[in-house]
Structures are given as C-alpha cells and as structure tokens.
C-alpha cells in the first residue's frame, strides 16, 4: 500500500502523560499536513511542512503541541501533557506542490485521554 | 478569511434519485474548492476539485460538482444515488494553494 500511514490507529492515554504519533506521506509528496477532527467537525488545520520546513502553524494549535519532519520524510506530531478536550482524531495528508494538488489523507490516529 | 460552508447537517435521499449536497464559500482571490468523502473508520477520499476552467466538474463514483460564482457556490451532485453513496461528505477550500480548510461536512443517508 503506497498510500499516507499513520501509526498508532488508537491510542488511550491518562491525563497529563505526552503522546506522539507518526505519520508516513505518500513518498514523491513533499507537503504533510497534519489536522485534527472532533465528532460532527470538519478537519481542523494544524500545521503543514515543505520538505523539513514547518511553513505554518494553526494559532489555535497550544504550546503543548509540537510537529517534526527531520529528514523531509515522515513525520511525528507529540502532545505534551495531554488534556480531555485533547481527545480527538489526528489526521495526516500529504500532497505535492505542482499545480494546485489534492491531499491524500491517511486514515487517522485516534486519542482519547482519560 | 477563506472558508466555505455546508448549510446543511444531514440530506436524505431515495435510491435511485438525484441528490445535491450543498457548500458556499468565501474567498478572495481564485477559488481551489475541492470535495471529499469520509467513510467509516476510513480516512478522507477525495472526490474532485475546482480550479478553473469549465464550471461543471466531474469526478469518482460518477460525483460532479458545479462551481457558481455568482452565487459562491459549489454544489456535489450525482444523477442517481446508490445506498453505498451514504457518508459523510466534506467541501474544502485551499486559499493561497497552503492549508486546506473544510466545512463541518453533511451526512448523507440513501435510503433503498
């Protein structure tokens, strides 16, 4: 399967232990994306990379969270001192740059904090 | 600010009848609108997408979409549901050609 992996699919955590989950992109694509989605919402942007580079942060994402992509590959987005409104579905997409391109999601990293 | 949105929460439909799922956006500037599809337990699918060019857009599962931009919309059509077609569906807009942002999304249930 050539498509977006993210790893864990589900994840239970206790209040204020730090969480982080992985995602692998589609390999030619350059641009990751990470979102997350609450039931009943729509996808809620957090952050996205070119390459290494984090080109832009939601200002809605809180100090607790951070994202990497050392290599331009994958990527990982850790939560600190997890939090119940916390509990969400954590969405990775990657895309290319060419053109105005769709993103191709991945199907998710579950969190529920209890 | 660039956003879109879907007035409606939930669209019934029979089998075998057309169906329109709504969106209106809100963009300065050239609109990217795309769609998606969310299944359960399945991530987001993309269905089509706008950038310019001919207002009628064709894409999977025999979906089209019709970008108005007198009336800064863009509405997912299909001539004749199928029950398999009942999801949840998501209209996005991709301002500046960056992030992605999508509406609360409509479920839509095919009854047979």
């Known amino acids: 399967d050539t498509g977006v992996s993210q790893n864990p699919r589900h994840k239970i955590t206790k209040r204020g232990q730090n969480v982080t989950f992985r995602c692998d992109p589609i390999s030619e694509h350059n641009r990751l994306y990470w979102y997350r989605q609450t039931l009943g919402q729509g996808p809620e942007f957090l952050t996205y990379?070119?390459?290494?580079?984090?080109?832009?942060k939601s200002r809605l994402l809180s100090d607790r969270f951070s994202a990497e992509r050392p290599k331009g590959s994958f990527s990982t987005l850790e939560i600190q001192r997890t939090e119940q409104g916390d509990s969400a579905m954590y969405l990775c997409a990657s895309s290319t740059t060419g053109g105005v391109s769709e993103a191709f999601f991945g199907q998710g990293t579950r969190l529920t904090v209890v | 600010a660039q956003s879109v949105a879907q007035p409606e929460d939930q669209v019934n439909v029979a089998e075998g009848n057309p169906l329109t799922v709504k969106c209106t956006y809100s963009?300065?500037?050239?609109?990217?609108l795309f769609w998606y599809v969310q299944y359960p337990n399945r991530g987001l699918q993309f269905l089509l997408k706008y950038i310019t060019g001919d207002n009628l857009v064709k894409g999977s599962y025999g979906f089209e979409a019709e970008f108005n931009k007198s009336q800064t919309s863009f509405h997912l059509k299909k001539p004749s549901a199928l029950v398999s077609d009942s999801a949840l569906y998501f209209c996005?807009?991709?301002?500046?050609?960056?992030?992605?942002?999508f509406g609360a999304g409509t479920r839509l249930t095919v009854k047979p």
């Open positions: 963009v300065s500037g050239n609109p990217y």
């Open positions: 990379f070119q390459n290494e580079a984090q080109l832009e």
């Open positions: 996005a807009v991709r301002p500046n050609n960056n992030d992605m942002r």
